[in-house]
């Protein structure tokens, strides 16, 4: 069973492919990044990937923190005006062989804009 309701399995599953990663540096700065990602449904994880990701910032910030954000987000509509997100906030993993990537295992959700109303949950794991 997955820690993430239907109505955010059909987001994450619908064809977004464009997030937004937050870590924070070792001197306590956020770092925010366009990434590309995409639900990994075995592991019901959100893994990040990108060109040379094992020399950038956001894999060593994960490296040496082990802790992560991202949010996938678009807008259904400008008029009216409709935003619709997932925000994953958890454990992460900047993992590098066989082929370097990061992987969130989430802890917290926040949901809106999903036809279910907003949601936020602490998810066991």
């Given at each position: 069973m997955s820690v993430f309701t239907e109505a955010e399995l059909r987001y994450?599953?619908?064809?977004?492919?464009?997030?937004?990663?937050a870590t924070v540096g070792a001197d306590g700065t956020p770092h925010v990044v366009p990434v590309g990602w995409i639900y990994n449904?075995?592991?019901?994880?959100?893994?990040?990937?990108?060109?040379?990701?094992?020399?950038?910032?956001?894999?060593?910030?994960?490296?040496?923190s082990g802790r992560a954000a991202i949010v996938i987000d678009d807008l259904e509509s400008t008029d009216p005006w409709r935003p619709r997100a997932v925000e994953v906030r958890g454990r992460a993993e900047?993992?590098?062989?066989p082929t370097p990537l990061i992987r969130i295992y989430p802890e917290r959700i926040i949901s809106w804009g999903?036809?279910?109303?907003?949601s936020?949950?602490?998810?066991a794991r």
């Open positions: 994450l599953t619908g064809g977004q492919q464009l997030g937004r990663l449904a075995a592991r019901d994880a959100i893994d990040v990937g990108g060109n040379e990701l094992e020399q950038s910032k956001k894999f060593r910030d994960i490296a040496r900047a993992i590098a062989l999903l036809g279910q109303g907003s936020a949950r602490t998810v």
